[in-house]
């Protein structure tokens, strides 16, 4: 990591890793919008109430295991995803979701902080439709305290998500 990406993740409260992805995806002008908190916002209604924003504006990123293999799912704040809909799409036998500590040992990320891109390993990404129902979106930046606002077609594709209809819907 550059002294660059410390000092901007030192500033901005990102974790160094995403602010080295900002960089690498040209994104450096991600970095000077990224928020810190000064309570955690895991959830994504600890989230929306921090930015204040609607909870449909705040991007999960998700890790799931498709038959072992792990693969993000990101969806809106205020939508769950509907598993089986996730197996169907991957054309996988078994879908569930990733245990902590396999979220961290692909992303290199804790749960409550795990941005949609920038993480340890390259996973394959969905990103559910609903997404693009909002002009800004935000995202973890790493860090259970930080966030990053971004459109969602380009937060999609600097993921390299594929989009998807994933939501659950009420019966």
Excluded: N
């Excluded at 804790?110 to 995202?139: K, M, N």
């Amino acid at each position: 990591m550059t002294t660059t990406a410390a000092t901007d993740a030192e500033h901005s409260g990102a974790h160094p890793r995403f602010i080295e992805a900002l960089r690498e995806l040209g994104l450096e002008q991600v970095a000077p919008r990224i928020r810190r908190f000064p309570e955690a916002t895991r959830t994504a209604a600890e989230a929306a109430a921090a930015i204040g924003c609607e909870l449909s504006q705040i991007c999960k990123s998700l890790i799931f295991a498709a038959d072992g293999v792990p693969v993000l799912v990101l969806m809106d704040g205020a939508s769950r995803v509907d598993v089986e809909l996730v197996r169907k799409e991957l054309g996988a036998d078994k879908v569930t979701r990733a245990r902590a500590d396999a979220v961290r040992e692909t992303t290199g990320y804790a749960i409550g902080g795990v941005p949609p891109f920038g993480h340890r390993t390259r996973t394959r990404v969905l990103a559910d439709r609903s997404l693009l129902e909002h002009d800004v979106v935000w995202a973890a930046a790493g860090t259970p305290y930080t966030v990053f606002p971004m459109a969602p077609r380009d937060l999609v594709a600097h993921a390299g998500g594929t989009l998807v209809d994933v939501r659950e819907h009420a019966a």
